[in-house]
Each structure stands twice: as structure tokens, then as C-alpha cells.
């Protein structure tokens, strides 16, 4: 697994996290891949990991950026600073989309579904508020990717920059990729490609 995702999402986050799960998994299964299905998608996983991971489930920052907060008064918010998904948004997507595109045993799947009914159980959710979710087992896989992938970021602008800049071989950013040699599994990759210095800042569990 890449990463132990921070929680510091409600209840009330968590049923749309999972509701947002759900309608990726029919997106991909039952939606044509036009133009605005393929946008639909890629703002439900967004939605997914903001409110799986709350307001404040930031667990990384860089240095630069630390300092900056330090001179805010403590204050991440309103100081110019990027909140970044350390595995991009397109990444986790493409990830999700050959996953569902995978055959999985019956039982795998009984499996994955069972763990995952379980655990929306224990979500103190408003009386109603999951009722008519859909039993797609694979909806299992989605949740599973989202909570593997998802690790935010504080980052200054300068560093965002580094980010976009092309390659020097002159391919593209990793303003939407990982690097060519990433691992699959380090989430801060893109960082120690670039020379970021990022470090937790907060426990994750």
C-alpha cells in the first residue's frame, strides 16, 4: 500500500466519500468514456479524496512551505500557499480505471465487499443517508485505490512551478504524472524528483 491515508473527514464526509466511490465505479462500468463523462470522472475521484481525507487532513508540507505558515501565525490557509495531491488526481483515475477494467474472482470480490460493508457500518451516519447504495462489490476496489493513493501536500508557489516545468529530456510535467521511474509506491516521488524537500507534519494513522 502507498500510503495509511489522514482522516480528519466527518461522518458526514466519509457517506459522500462513499456515495462519490460508488458513482465512479458507474461511471466507469456503465458510462461511455465521451468527453464529459471523462470529466465527471475525474472530478468525482477529486471529490472522493477531499472529503475522505477532511478540510484539515493535510499530513505533508515542505520545508519553504513550513516556514511560510510559521511566519502566518500557524495559519496553512490564506498565505499563498498550494494544497497538492501528492499522487496526482489523473494518476489515481487512470489507476481506479485498470483496476475495474481487471476480471477478480467471486469470492475476492464477496470478499472486498464484505470488508467494506463493514466498515460504512461503523460510520455514525443520519438515518437515511447510505440508504440505496448500490451493491456493486467493486465499488470495494475504488474505495481501497482512493484510500492508498490519496496523501495532500502543502507547497509555496515556487515549488508548485517546479512541478510544471518540462523534464530535461523535454517531456512533460509532473504537474499530472509521476516521474518514469516511479516505484508505484513512494507518494512523495514527484517531490524528491524535483528536489522538494517534503516531511510529515502531522500523526496519520
Known amino acids: 500500500m502507498k500510503n495509511e491515508v489522514l482522516l480528519m473527514s466527518t461522518a458526514s464526509e466519509m457517506v459522500h466519500f462513499y456515495w462519490y466511490c460508488a458513482t465512479i465505479a458507474q461511471l466507469i462500468e456503465h458510462m461511455p468514456g465521451t468527453t464529459a463523462t471523462r470529466a465527471v470522472l475525474l472530478f468525482a475521484v477529486r471529490r472522493a479524496t477531499d472529503t475522505l481525507t477532511g478540510k484539515n487532513g493535510v499530513p505533508y508540507a515542505s520545508v519553504e512551505a513550513l516556514k511560510v505558515c510559521v511566519t502566518n501565525g500557524g495559519t496553512w490557509e490564506g498565505c499563498g500557499l498550494r494544497k497538492e495531491h501528492a499522487i496526482p488526481v489523473t494518476c489515481i483515475r487512470d489507476e481506479i480505471?485498470?483496476?475495474?477494467s481487471t476480471p477478480y474472482s467471486a469470492e475476492s470480490l464477496?470478499?472486498?465487499?464484505?470488508?467494506l460493508d463493514e466498515e460504512m457500518a461503523a460510520v455514525i451516519a443520519k438515518p437515511g443517508a447510505?440508504?440505496?447504495?448500490?451493491?456493486n462489490p467493486r465499488i470495494a476496489l475504488v474505495v481501497k485505490i482512493i484510500r492508498a493513493s490519496t496523501a495532500l501536500a502543502w507547497l509555496t508557489e515556487k515549488e508548485d512551478e517546479l512541478?510544471?516545468?518540462?523534464?530535461?529530456?523535454?517531456?512533460?510535467s509532473?504537474?499530472?504524472?509521476?516521474?518514469?521511474?516511479?516505484d508505484g509506491k513512494d507518494p512523495l516521488a514527484r517531490?524528491?524528483?524535483?528536489?522538494?524537500?517534503?516531511?510529515?507534519?502531522?500523526?496519520r494513522r
Open 97 to 100: 480505471v485498470a483496476a475495474l
Open 110 to 115: 464477496a470478499e472486498a465487499k464484505e470488508r
Open 130 to 135: 447510505l440508504d440505496g447504495f448500490p451493491g
Open 163 to 172: 512541478l510544471k516545468a518540462r523534464l530535461a529530456d523535454g517531456s512533460g
Open 174 to 182: 509532473l504537474i499530472k504524472r509521476m516521474p518514469p521511474d516511479w
Open 191 to 203: 517531490y524528491r524528483f524535483c528536489k522538494i524537500d517534503v516531511r510529515p507534519i502531522c500523526c
